[in-house]
């Protein structure tokens, strides 16, 4: 395979886990950018969307999930399954997302 294969699930229709590698994570710590503040702080006033955060949470979940996927390759597995993504608070202002699963070598059936 020349890619890794990422689900949430445990299993993979048409293969078969045929090791198991262990768990793999990938996270990024990031804060609110001030500018970023003031517009979201603006968009509170009227309602809807804040896309200022949409977008850094996307950015962050890709970047972690990156991480994630490069630990993967470092031990050579086809696939991450049981994939997650937590966040936690680190500080005021800054938060960590994590992207985890467990890294498996699989046989196609």
């Known amino acids: ?15 078969t886990v045929e090791k198991t590698l262990g768990m ?31 977008k850094l ?5 890709e ?4 991480r994630m996927i490069e630990e993967a390759r470092s031990l050579g597995a086809d696939a991450v399954v049981g994939t997650r993504f937590s966040t936690s608070l680190m500080a005021q202002g800054a938060a960590e997302l994590l992207a985890y699963g467990t890294a498996v070598k699989l046989k196609k059936i």
Not at 2 to 14: K, Q, V
């Open 63 to 66: 970047q972690a999930l990156d």
């Open 57 to 61: 949470l996307a950015e962050s979940r």
């Open 1 to 15: 395979m020349s890619h890794i294969i990422i689900a949430t699930s445990d299993e993979l229709p048409g293969y």
């Open 24 to 54: 793999v994570r990938g996270n990024t710590i990031r804060a609110r950018h001030i500018g970023r503040d003031i517009l979201a702080g603006l968009r509170g006033i009227v309602g809807g969307e804040v896309h200022e955060y949409t």
